[in-house]
């Protein structure tokens, strides 16, 4: 899906409709990557690495990347800077998209 990078809509700040800058917020880090006896932590202690039984970090994910199906697509957020006040607005329930670009002008 493309979106365009200017939108003309109502901004609650300045109550009327402005052009707005439309971006895409990013989707952050993974929760929990840094907690206790989590795997990114054992694969830096230098656990779970090379051959042999990893033991507890050795069995597989429950489901295979290629055989999930459920969900392919993603939510992705955006914002709206207004280009009159400067406020930024949004940051709304998102839309289901597989691939958000910005349109080309
Ligand atoms: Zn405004």
Redesign the pocket.
Known sequence: MKIPRKIKRY?K??KKH?EQKVSILSTGGKRGSLKKGSMKRAKKRGLARGTGNKGRWGSKPAVNKWKRRAKSTQRKVLMYK?A????SLGKSQGIRTGRLMMKEK
Do not use: S
């Open positions: 901004c700040f300045c402005t207004c009159v006040c400067g406020k």
